[in-house]
Nanobody, 125 residues
Framework: QVQLVESGGGSVQAGGALTLSCAAF????????MGWFRQALGKEREFVAA????????FYADTVKGRFTISKDNAKNTAYLQMNSLSSEDSAVYYC??????????????????WGQGTQVTVSS
């Protein structure tokens, strides 16, 4: 049995930075990669970034490209999301998810099979 647990959320000022972590707990964990999504109040869940375990290849949403960086530590079964130049539009609950096996990284929620419970990020303006 495996569960994903996000951490590192909190409240920051506009222009600030925050780093999120996603750890997979369990004796065995296997996935194609890891992804980050976010969901603001009253809005649909939105893809943020993804990374492949084997190669380290990354994929970013246009809204965060150049500001956010996704990384991983295979030995620790942990993925990270470094967020810079934050604005109020980045305020949301951030979720990590395990990626199904595919030809390449995906931005579709249906291509992920396990989800964490989320961590709140609030950016004040």
């Amino acid at each position: 049995q495996v569960q994903l647990v996000e951490s590192g959320g909190g409240s920051v000022q506009a222009g600030g930075a925050l780093t999120l972590s996603c750890a997979a707990f369990g004796d065995t964990f296997s996935s194609f990669g890891m992804g980050w999504f976010r969901q603001a109040l009253g809005k649909e869940r939105e893809f943020v970034a993804a990374i492949r375990w084997s190669s380290g290849s990354t994929f970013y949403a246009d809204t965060v490209k150049g500001r956010f960086t996704i990384s991983k530590d295979n030995a620790k079964n942990t993925a990270y999301l470094q967020m810079n130049s934050l604005s109020s539009e980045d305020s949301a609950v951030y979720y990590c998810a395990a990626h199904r096996v595919r030809i390449g990284l995906s931005r579709r929620p249906d291509d992920y099979y396990m989800w964490g419970q989320g961590t709140q990020v609030t950016v004040s303006s």
